[in-house]
């Protein structure tokens, strides 16, 4: 077995948890349920990757029985990595018959006559998500296995999620090989980031709770509308209010959990206005702001900022529409026209 | 007020935690020595103690205590007075190139409504900067304490003294590579937290200052209230969030730095004086 091979799945395994390597090899499904057995699971790591790596050396492993491994790591570990999003468009209405071997093959083939040294590999799983794993050279270096590309494709969707490696100049090359395999003729990417990809599936494919203006569920019996616990203090005036914002929050996010996002940038252009009577700067320039909200959970701290007294309701459309328009990521530009207080996002 | 650029070069870009000190009793300059000796053998005997800083190696902790004559305000200020502590490791002579692990500076920068109101035996100085572990602060003001029976406490900064130093900074001369003028709020009592950055262009921010301050040199509470209140106002414009209700924790500018847990980083030499005279007089309303 190739040395820098060994070395490899080392390292893969020494990422694991302890007590998640035996599940992880199992469905790795290269080395036998008897020399599962043989493991050591009680003992240190670095003495279980060595083990590991003889029982490999055994089966005389390859690089790409390797890569399979590591996918496997990434697929549960996924939210450790940043994911974008792309969109591909097609020129015509034809529903292609999707081939999955059809689409492996040319994925490959793109792939290969533009680089030599690449280590391709795809793994299908259950939701229909193809994961494909891209480690990438130079035509006088064998790939780097530890900083590949992933690719997540849906193949009923025109979506693609990719974790790119650092090295960012292999990206057009990847996207060409998605579009070429997939039957595709145009790429883009989407102001859409995030580390929980199944966020992002959520956004994209519309998994989530939506909007509805029209149909406000008066509260159960026994439902608690206020999330804090009944003051007395409150008066009528208030609980009003309370109720008000509460039904717009229900109108704009929707009663279910929102996807998880962890950030949202804007990059402002807009003009400056204050009261003339402060006369203070006028420039016929833009004001140039870079906003950035961050959260562990981005969208559920928005919800809650005008019932905590911090937003008024509604909340600005800027913050409400990331989830239906897939984007996290915006430039707003003062709107020219008969509305100077509305806002452009191109 | 002239600082020599050169001896004040190892204060900039580095994150200084700040403290505020009460007066030393009986601190005499013409000792410094001796005090270097004296608390590099009070740091021996607190690790024999058990309380290593440094895992495994036995290590030899040099302490030099040195006075920064240019480092004050007036004639009424006392010169700063710096504390470095170097490992030596023991092995080997031939590379005995002492590694600085921990820097502190005790000074007075227009200090003089502290130093006007205080008996002869005592020496003002009471901020206090520090750079380098947790362990080693509390190893050398343990020591202070102890020996000169003052009291060091860490310096706070509120929302209202990071917003006058936003407004003070950002109509800075700015450079070619001027970063942009930061202010970072946390929104408490919330389902989830949340962090807002609100970053403005450099020369937008400045242009913004520039009418507002009505004489140059000259800061009014009045003006850095108009100038907080424009950029609330702009961003509730956009976003409808009120952030004069979420709490300022760090702003960043071209010349400084500062985090509302005392904590700031000094960018450019010719703001130095005025940034510590800030400063001082935070660590003095923390002490009376």
């Known amino acids: 077995m190739d040395e820098t091979v060994a070395e490899y799945i080392r390292r893969t395994v020494l990422k694991m948890p302890r007590d998640e390597i035996k599940t992880m090899l199992q469905k790795w499904g290269f080395l036998s349920e008897a020399q599962l057995q043989t493991l050591n699971f009680h003992q240190i790591k670095d003495n279980i990757s060595q083990e590991v790596v003889q029982l490999c050396e055994e089966n005389s492993a390859d690089i790409k029985q390797a890569a399979v491994l590591d996918i496997i790591y990434n697929h549960i570990y996924q939210n450790k990595r940043m994911w974008s999003v792309y969109q591909m468009k097609k020129s015509g209405e034809e529903v292609d018959y999707f081939d999955i071997t059809d689409f492996k093959k040319k994925f490959k083939r793109r792939l290969r006559s533009a680089l030599k040294n690449v280590t391709i590999t795809f793994k299908e799983y259950e939701d229909n998500a193809i994961w494909i794993r891209v480690a990438w050279g130079t035509p006088y270096k064998k790939p780097n296995q530890y900083k590949p590309s992933y690719v997540v494709y849906h193949s009923q969707t025109p979506y693609v999620f990719i974790s790119a490696s650092v090295l960012k100049s292999n990206m057009p090359l990847l996207c060409q090989a998605l579009i070429v395999a997939s039957n595709y003729h145009d790429i ?16 994209v494919f519309k998994r989530y709770s939506q909007n509805f203006h029209t149909y406000y569920p008066k509260p159960l019996q026994g439902e608690n509308v206020e999330p804090e616990s009944a003051d007395i203090r409150i008066v009528q005036e208030n609980r009003s209010e309370k109720e008000r914002i509460h039904r717009l929050n229900w109108e704009v996010f929707g009663g279910g959990p929102q996807p998880k996002l962890e950030f949202a940038q804007y990059k402002l252009e807009t003009m400056f206005k204050s009261d003339p009577k402060l006369g203070v700067l006028d420039k016929k320039e833009p004001f140039r702001c870079l906003v950035k909200f961050s959260s562990p959970h981005l969208l559920e701290s928005l919800k809650s900022l005008a019932p905590a007294g911090m937003a008024d309701a509604p909340l600005s459309p800027l913050l409400t529409c990331i989830p239906h328009k897939a984007r996290n990521y915006f430039k707003i530009r003062e709107k020219k026209g008969l509305l100077p207080e509305s806002f452009v996002s191109p | 007020e002239n600082v020599d650029p050169q001896k004040t070069a190892f204060l900039l870009r580095k994150a200084w935690t700040l403290y505020s000190v009460t007066p030393l009793y009986r601190f005499h300059r013409a000792r410094l020595r001796d005090y270097a000796r004296l608390l590099s053998a009070f740091i021996a005997a607190e690790k024999q103690k058990g309380l290593a800083v440094e895992v495994g190696v036995e290590l030899d902790v040099k302490v030099v205590v040195s006075s920064l004559a240019d480092l004050r305000g007036s004639e009424q200020d006392q010169a700063a007075v710096l504390v470095q502590l170097s490992l030596r490791s ?18 007075s920068v227009y200090g003089d409504d502290l130093s006007e109101n205080v008996p002869e035996d005592f020496t003002c ?13 509390s190893m050398v003001g343990s020591w202070f304490q102890k020996t000169f029976d003052c009291c060091f406490r860490r310096l706070a900064i509120s929302p209202l003294n990071l917003s006058w130093m936003v407004a003070m900074w950002a109509g800075c001369k700015l450079d070619r590579a001027a970063s942009a003028v930061e202010l970072v709020f946390s929104v408490p009592r919330l389902s989830q937290p949340l962090d807002i950055s609100y970053a403005i ?21 009045e003006e850095v209230d108009v100038f907080m209140d424009c950029l609330y106002a702009h961003f509730h414009r956009h976003f409808k969030i009120h952030l004069s209700a979420a709490k300022l924790v760090k702003i960043s500018t071209a010349v400084v730095s500062a985090h509302c847990d005392g904590i700031v980083k000094i960018l450019q030499s010719q703001y130095l004086p005025g940034a510590l005279m800030l400063l001082t007089e935070l660590a003095i309303s923390q002490i009376q």
């Not at chain 2, 023991?90 to 000074?107: H, I, M, P, T």
């Not at chain 2, 100085?125 to 602060?137: K, Q, V, W």
């Open chain 2, 201 to 221: 262009h450099p020369e937008d921010a400045k242009a913004l200052w520039d009418t507002i301050q009505k004489t140059p040199g000259e800061i009014t509470q």
């Open chain 1, 188 to 203: 883009r990417e989407m102001e859409l980031r995030s580390h929980s990809l199944n966020s992002l599936k959520d956004i």
């Open chain 2, 90 to 107: 023991q092995a080997s002579s031939r590379n005995s190139e002492d590694k600085l692990v921990w820097s502190g500076w005790f000074c």
């Open chain 2, 125 to 137: 100085l009471p901020l206090f900067l520090t750079h380098g572990a947790e362990s080693y602060t």
